[in-house]
């Protein structure tokens, strides 16, 4: 079992900065998924910054909400983004 997101805050370009119970931080891109009917409405920055923690993965004010293991899977760490290899 992958870890679970216990925090999580919302960066510019529909990024994700990602605590996980095992200690990482990750960044998650969220832009793949705003061409989906339940993803559309975070396009709105109000909307897309209401993401919060569920207990398990992420989630936002519209209850749109990703698979935790999708979020650690497909996140890499964020010094690789501050490096320039997202």
Not at 4 to 27: A, H, I
Request: glycine share 4%; net charge negative.
């Amino acid at each position: 079992m992958n870890p679970r997101v216990v925090d999580v805050k919302p960066e510019k370009d529909y990024m994700l900065c990602l605590w996980f119970t095992n200690g990482e931080v990750r960044c998650f891109d969220v832009k793949p998924y705003l061409e989906y009917e339940v993803f559309r409405p975070l396009k709105d920055e109000a909307v897309f910054n209401t993401v919060h923690p569920d207990g398990l993965s992420v989630e936002w004010a519209n209850e749109a909400s990703l698979c935790p293991d999708t979020l650690y899977q497909d996140s890499i760490a964020c010094e690789a983004l501050e490096n320039g290899r997202f």
